[in-house]
């Protein structure tokens, strides 16, 4: 067996050739640059060498190894993805007090080379690069959905400053009529001394509808608001009004191109009521090839919702958090459907009132839900059937 050991940079590689049985360094660490010449520089180095007994392996961090890694699974090579802790492990058992790059290379092939039993990389396949853009669009709607929650949150401050009432005059926030008179007047002041059928222009839905809240009450409201009339949060609620609402527009866009992704994977889990589109799509992206894993446990462990166990002579942790080490996106979709599924199937919502029967409380119930959630989905990934809540009896 051969291992290749690359160092990625931003600019430039580095890269070593070794022999795993002799431990021999046929290519001695040397740079490659990050371009098509380089990458076919790089494959001069062993193209007389068997393909199939040739091993690569990179650190799985950051992008700039995505048009390298493409670039050799196209031509059917097998690469590890590292976990980036790993090397640094090696280096420091190893006694390494210097990290450069052409270093970095030799430290990749001793983690290629270990004979750990629970290996420290995964084998990634060409398939996953179908998935890629699923993955990024999922990510990007989680990110925006934050950015949202942190606008909206700051555009509260700002209306409890200049017009802490006006939530209470709506059934709900962040409606057409609701978002219109913000924009147009941000504060208490200005709608007391609006004229009342400017006021009134702005309670148009355009759908056709009318809210209950009339354009008298809001401007008798506002008169006796003890809102500050701060001309720098005025300003601050328009800005925030326009970031919110190209966030909306952006998550729409998204979300469409999200469910064709969904429509063309026709993914059994979407049988499970309560994951949707999205839902569905982000659990798939970030899981991968689900070949990749031989058991529920290891998509649980992944997904970094697995129990934390901690025993120490005689003693064992009896009351313990979730580890969090792993895919955070996966987790946070996890959490997010696991409502829905408990609510809209009868099997969940047993399963979790008997957790909380037994004391648990409602987070810990929670868990034991997505942990059970998970061990289904790999069930119908690994078998391509459709879920059925009678085998779940």
Known sequence: MYLVGIDIGKLKHSFCLLEKETDEILVEPVFFENSKDGFNALLSSFKHLPQKDI???????GHYNLALLKFLLDRHYQVALINPVATDLTRKMQGGISKNDKLDTLTICDVLASNQRVKSYRITKVERFDLYEQKQLTREHHNLKEELNQYTNRLQKSIDIVFPEFNSLFKSKYGIVYMNLLKEFGSANAIAHADIRTLRKHFDT???KHISLTAEELK????????FPSTAEVIQIKHLIARIELIKEQIAEIDKKIEKFSIQNNSPILSIPGISHFSGTSILAELGDIH???KPSQIIKYAGVAPLTYESSQFTAQHTAITKKGC???RKTLYQIITPVIQYNPVFRKFYLLKIAQGKGHRCAQGHCV??????????????TQFDPALLQ
């Open 328 to 330: 955070k996106y996966l």
């Open 206 to 208: 355009g759908r056709g």
């Open 371 to 384: 942990r059970k959630l998970m061990r289904v989905i790999y069930h119908l990934l690994s078998t391509g």
């Open 220 to 227: 008798e409201a506002a008169r006796n608001s003890i809102g």
């Open 55 to 61: 091993l690569i392996g990179t650190e799985d961090t």
């Open 292 to 294: 990749n894993y031989s």
